[in-house]
Nanobody, 121 residues
């Protein structure tokens, strides 16, 4: 079984910081294009930041200059450092990755269950 497990969400005041983590576990042969998405109440899920083509990074306009995505050397854990948080950043943050299992010859997308980030004004 393959899982992506997020952690690090919580309640923070406007201007504060949080660091999210997402770790892949299970029968993973290879993992790529890890990233973060978020979904606020009543809104569609949107990209926050992600790795693409192994080393390229995409940020949403709202994340640029405030959020930083990084990963560990093994590439199975991705982080999102969020600084200068605003009430509009309040959402459930989801980890996403393309994973190839030992028993498969292709990559498929996986989602974590999400972690709540709430920013108070």
């Amino acid at each position: 079984q393959v899982q992506l497990v997020e952690s690090g969400g919580g309640l923070v005041q406007s201007g504060g910081s949080l660091r999210l983590s997402c770790a892949g576990s299970g029968s993973i042969l290879s993992i790529r294009n890890m990233g973060w998405y978020r979904q606020a109440p009543g809104k569609q899920r949107e990209l926050v930041a992600r790795y693409r083509n192994y080393n390229d990074i995409d940020y949403s306009d709202s994340a640029k200059g405030r959020f930083t995505i990084s990963r560990d050397n093994a590439g199975n854990t991705v982080y999102l450092q969020m600084n200068n948080l605003k009430p509009d950043d309040t959402a459930v943050y989801f980890c996403n990755a393309e994973i190839r299992r030992f028993t498969e010859t292709f990559f498929r997308p996986y989602w974590g269950r999400g972690t709540q980030v709430t920013v108070s004004s």
